[in-house]
């Protein structure tokens, strides 16, 4: 069973550009959560989606953005990159809403110059 | 994370215990995990431990829970230097809606 996956492995942007990142789920999980890793500040909740709805939202401003599709992939876009942008995006999967255990992909490593 | 607090480092040697130790503040949580991150890598899943219990064990790994101090620890007996990794610990919420909040994490340095 292939595990959650994430695209692309590295992005690289520039200040005020727009950034799109993907992550597919394991196979069946309804739920997709995103993280950003920065360095020194651990994991930071951004945001949750399951069955195509945003369940909730960390402590991010709207230039933060998602959606996850009906195959239950999801997207996160990020406006107006700033450099404190730069960090590791996760994405986790779960089964559904109550399951306790969520799946960590490998990763985007976002780099803003 | 600041609902979850960590120490950021802690160094052993090759074949002796490490004990990583984490605090949470809200009593309500239900469960409560610990991760492991190694360099480039995603996170994985260690271990859990529902928060009506008091200690888990598996394998190599011992978690012990004092709910009445909110405090976790994971204890790695005879650790190798594969263990070399960041380990999270992590809470999740009560309520209907999973919401689970990481520490910082801690880099465990094994020393051979």
């Known amino acids: 069973e292939a595990g959650v996956t994430q695209s692309p492995t590295h992005l690289i942007k520039t200040r005020g550009q727009q950034a799109t990142l993907r992550c597919s789920p394991i196979?069946?999980?309804?739920?997709v959560y995103w993280y950003q890793q920065a360095l020194g500040l651990g994991l930071q909740f951004l945001l949750w989606?399951?069955?195509?709805?945003?369940?909730n939202r960390g402590n991010f401003p709207p230039r933060f953005s998602g959606r996850q599709f009906p195959n239950y992939s999801s997207e996160l876009n990020v406006n107006a990159l700033e450099l404190e942008d730069s960090a590791l995006y996760l994405c986790?999967?779960?089964?559904?809403?109550?399951?306790?255990?969520?799946?960590f992909g490998p990763g985007t490593r976002l780099t803003v110059l | 994370g600041e609902d979850v607090e960590q120490s950021l480092f802690l160094s052993v040697r090759e074949g002796d215990s490490s004990v990583i130790n984490c605090t949470y503040t809200d009593s309500s949580s239900t469960y409560l995990y610990w991760y492991k991150q190694e360099p480039g890598a995603g996170l994985q899943l260690l271990t859990y431990i529902f928060s009506n219990m008091d200690m888990k064990q598996d394998q190599r790994l011992t978690v012990l829970l004092n709910k009445k101090d909110k405090h976790l620890s994971l204890r790695i007996a005879d650790t190798q230097t594969g263990d070399s990794a960041i380990y999270f610990c992590a809470e999740r919420k009560s309520g209907g809606y999973q919401k689970v909040t990481f520490g910082i994490g801690t880099k465990l340095q094994v020393i051979p």
């Open positions: 989606y399951d069955e195509g709805e945003e369940r």
């Open positions: 986790a999967s779960s089964a559904d809403i109550r399951a306790n255990e969520q799946f």
């Open positions: 196979s069946g999980h309804t739920s």
